[in-house]
T-cell receptor, first 113, second 114 residues
Framework: QQQVKQSPQSLIVQKGGISIINCAYE??????FPWYQQFPGKGPALLIA?????SEKKEGRFTISFNKSAKQFSLHIMDSQPGDSATYFC????????????FGQGTRLTINP | NAGVTQTPKFQVLKTGQSMTLQCAQD?????MYWYRQDPGMGLRLIYY???????DKGEVPNGYNVSRLNKREFSLRLESAAPSQTSVYFC?????????????FGDGTRLSIL
């Protein structure tokens, strides 16, 4: 059962463009939504995270937009750079109790120079 | 500071063989996790240890066992490897399981079962 659905599977963007990755969740008890970035041969690393009490969070060129009513959230990468080429995973968890992340399927992002 | 260290980095096994994947963290974190990563399926939680002395099943525990040896080390054992267990395995640690802390991942063990 895939509780977090991520799209697209792969994405190619020109340098300087905007990259957008979308996720949808089913469990309304989820209240923590992180995005992880993974480079080839490496483990994932936290990029940015949001809680559902805010609709948007921005850190540098990375922004999470959150729509609680639609149960959707998305990652926007502004002014995309070749160094942003990586696989991105959205995830969700419930803050109460042990943190157990449920990951989306992943998006392979390629930024063409 | 090494962070989370996984050994080995690569391994090839034959069906039916057993193997233990090792994970150690040097950040004095309380919680540790084992995931598997398969193409098109993201990362799926196998087992986790919220604190030293405790372990719990995740989403896909069948065919695996774990041991939280001490606060630093958390191992994953395949008793009788099957081709379906071919995957990349990641260990992660978390300062404390309560609250929204980031998980810190190792660089993975790439395991092939023939």
């Amino acid at each position: 059962q895939q509780q977090v659905k991520q799209s697209p599977q792969s994405l190619i963007v020109q340098k300087g463009g905007i990259s957008i990755i979308n996720c949808a969740y089913e469990n309304t008890a989820f209240d923590y939504f992180p995005w992880y970035q993974q480079f080839p041969g490496k483990g994932p690393a936290l990029l940015i995270a949001i809680r559902p009490d805010v609709s948007e969070k921005k850190e540098g060129r990375f922004t999470i937009s959150f729509n609680k009513s639609a149960k959707q959230f998305s990652l926007h990468i502004m002014d995309s750079q070749p160094g942003d080429s990586a696989t991105y995973f959205c995830a969700a968890s419930i803050s109460q109790g042990a943190q157990k992340l449920v990951f989306g399927q992943g998006t392979r992002l390629t930024i063409n120079p | 500071n090494a962070g989370v260290t996984q050994t080995p980095k690569f391994q090839v096994l034959k069906t039916g063989q057993s193997m233990t994947l090792q994970c150690a963290q040097d950040m004095n974190h309380n919680s540790m996790y084992w995931y598997r990563q398969d193409p098109g399926m993201g990362l799926r939680l196998i087992y986790y240890s919220a604190s030293e002395g405790t372990t719990d099943k995740g989403e896909v525990p069948n065919g695996y066992n774990v041991s939280r040896l001490n606060k630093r080390e958390f191992s994953l054992r395949l008793e009788s490897a099957a081709p379906s267990q071919t995957s990349v395995y990641f260990c992660a640690s978390l300062e404390r399981t309560m609250g929204n802390q980031p998980q810190h991942f190792g660089d993975g063990t790439r395991l092939s079962i023939l």
